[in-house]
């Protein structure tokens, strides 16, 4: 299984997009918070206050995926189904953007649901955010690829530690077991997953395994299908140095399938936050995004 090459992924799927004979095909970007999510109105797909201005370039026709952050995983899934199934099926195709726990609804869905049958929708959501049949089945959704800003896939320390010391049901869904127990991560119906590592730590979150962004460590943030203190080369008291692309960390930990590390913050310059002004590693993906979705 090889690492596609993100320029040769876009051409084909541009190639592909002109080739379409429906003229109704369209492109879009959807983008999936992750913990609490900033009082965001679920399902207006317009509402970008989580993220940062919503006049910011993040993709082609880009939609803002909003849940109750504060919500467990499961509960909260059908929210991200709906989107998938209005934006990216029939003739339409779907960029997925996610942050730290929306890493984990991405990954649940795909896991899931990746091969269910769904109806194919007209892209006209209402105000819940459910858009009508289009007329026909398929199996899964069409979607190009996910980026990941700072991952959450793999849970964090600070939810094993009770250091977000809330009963939010999310928190419990981000105990590292339990995030890694909840569905089969290397199940992504061959959607591939670009993962963005954050590593501006600070000194509190030395609970946190290895090279972190504050909240989440780089075997989560990496795509890392064991646990482990996994740092940027040359790193000291590491268990291991995390590879970019799908290659297994340095002490031969294997990434998860259809996982790949994008970018490893080997200057430790971008923590976890977005602080909704599309900032720390949130802006990293931004710029890859606004790239690469077209």
């Known amino acids: 299984m090889s690492t596609p090459v993100r320029t040769a992924v876009v051409a084909a799927a541009a190639a592909a997009f002109l080739a379409a004979p429906e003229a109704s095909a369209t492109n879009y970007t959807l983008w999936i918070h992750g913990k609490n999510g900033g009082g965001t109105q679920i ?68 896991a899931l649901y990746g091969t269910s049958a769904r109806n194919k929708k007209n892209a006209t959501p209402n105000s819940s955010g459910v858009c009508g049949d289009a007329g026909g089945t398929q199996t899964g959704w069409n979607i190009k690829w996910v980026d990941v800003a700072s991952g959450a896939g793999g849970g964090s320390e600070l939810a094993d530690y009770g250091e977000w010391a809330v009963s939010d049901p999310i928190v419990s869904d981000l105990v590292t077991s339990t995030a890694r127990s909840k569905y089969n991560h290397n199940t992504t119906a061959s959607v591939w997953f670009y993962m963005f590592a954050g590593a501006k730590g600070t000194a509190y979150s030395g609970i946190l395994s290895g090279q972190d962004d504050e909240a989440v460590a780089y075997h989560s943030t990496g795509g890392v299908s064991a646990k482990g203190g996994f740092c940027n080369p040359g790193d000291w008291f590491c268990d291991g140095t995390l590879n970019t692309g799908t290659a297994a960390t340095s002490n031969g930990k294997a990434k998860w399938s259809y996982h790949t590390v994008q970018f490893r913050d080997d200057g430790e310059n971008y923590n976890h936050y977005g602080n909704g002004n599309w900032e720390g590693i949130v802006g990293v993906v931004r710029q890859d995004v606004a790239t690469y979705a077209y």
């Open 43 to 110: 399902g207006n797909y317009a509402d970008f206050s989580n993220w940062g201005p919503s006049s910011a370039s993040a993709g082609v026709n880009k939609k803002a995926v909003n849940w109750n952050g504060s919500q467990s995983i499961a509960s909260q899934n059908a929210y991200i189904r709906n989107a998938l199934d209005c934006f990216c099926t029939g003739d339409n195709w779907c960029y997925i953007a996610v942050h730290s726990a929306g890493d984990l609804q991405i990954g649940y869905t795909l």
